[in-house]
C-alpha cells in the first residue's frame, strides 16, 4: 500500500524563524491535504494541493507530483503555530485518506 | 463552510456500558463519513468508512460488533462503542467528504472517550 513519510518528526523553532516541513509518498496520488492539529485535537485544514503551490498568509505549499512529495513551508514562525502537522494522501477518487505520522513543531517565544 | 460537528467532545462512562458518538456535516452533504482513533502522540488510524444508506466498510482488524456505525442521513453519521472497555479509551474523530469541493476531506473536533 501507499506510505507517507514525514519529516523531521520534530522541530523546534524560536519565533520568528522559518520551517520546511517534507511529506513523501510512494505512489501516484490524486489528493494530498496538510492539516493542523491544535493542542485541543482539532484538525485544520491547511491546504488541498495534488498538485502546484498555494499560499495562504504565512503558510504556502507546493506539491510535486510527478517526484512524490509535498513541502509545507511555515514563514516568520507563531507560538501558535505550534502543534502536530499531517500529511495525508489519497491514491484515487473514491478512496481512503492515508496519514503520515506527522511532524511535532514547537515554536518558543 | 465545510464545517463538522460532533457531540459531545468529551464522555466517562463505566466498562461495559455503550457510547454514541454523533458526527454532523452542517453546511454540506456528505455521502460518506469516516471514523478515525487516534492514541497519544501517534497519527490518525481509520476505523470505518460510512457510507449513506449502506453498510459500512471496516477496516482490517477494527471489530464490527463493537463499533457500530450507522449513517442515516447525508448529514450524520454515527459511532456507538458497545460493552466498552477501558482499552477503548481514545480520541475518536469524525470526517466527511464535501463532494462539491474536489473531495477534500473536513474534520470534526473529536470525542475524547474514557472507560473507567
Known amino acids: 500500500g501507499i506510505q507517507v513519510e514525514q519529516s523531521p518528526p520534530d522541530l523546534i523553532l524560536q519565533e520568528g524563524a522559518n520551517s520546511t516541513l517534507r511529506c513523501n509518498f510512494s505512489?501516484?496520488?490524486?489528493?494530498l491535504q496538510w492539516f493542523h492539529q491544535n493542542p485541543w485535537g482539532q484538525l485544520i485544514n491547511l491546504f488541498y494541493i495534488p498538485s502546484g503551490t498555494k499560499q495562504n498568509g504565512r503558510l504556502s505549499a507546493t506539491t510535486v507530483a510527478t517526484e512524490r512529495y509535498s513541502l509545507l513551508y511555515i514563514s516568520s514562525s507563531q507560538t501558535t503555530d505550534s502543534g502536530v502537522y499531517f500529511c495525508a494522501v489519497r491514491y484515487n477518487q473514491g478512496g481512503k485518506l492515508i496519514f503520515g505520522q506527522g511532524t511535532e513543531l514547537s515554536v518558543k517565544p | 463552510g465545510a464545517v463538522v460537528s460532533q457531540h459531545p467532545s468529551w464522555v466517562i462512562c463505566k466498562s461495559g456500558t455503550s457510547v454514541k458518538i454523533e458526527c454532523r456535516s452542517l453546511?454540506?452533504?456528505?455521502?460518506?463519513m469516516f471514523w478515525y482513533r487516534q492514541f497519544p502522540k501517534q497519527s490518525l488510524m481509520l476505523m470505518a468508512t460510512?457510507?449513506?444508506?449502506?453498510?459500512?466498510?471496516?477496516e482490517q482488524g477494527v471489530e464490527k460488533d463493537k463499533f457500530l456505525i450507522n449513517h442515516a442521513s447525508l448529514t450524520l453519521s454515527t459511532l456507538t462503542v458497545t460493552s466498552a472497555h477501558p482499552e477503548d479509551s481514545s480520541f475518536y474523530i469524525c470526517s466527511a467528504r464535501d463532494p462539491d469541493r474536489g473531495h477534500e476531506q473536513f474534520f470534526g473536533p473529536g470525542t475524547r472517550l474514557t472507560v473507567l
Open positions: 460510512s457510507n449513506e444508506g449502506s453498510k459500512a466498510t471496516y
Open positions: 453546511d454540506f452533504q456528505a455521502t460518506t
Open positions: 505512489d501516484s496520488v490524486n489528493n
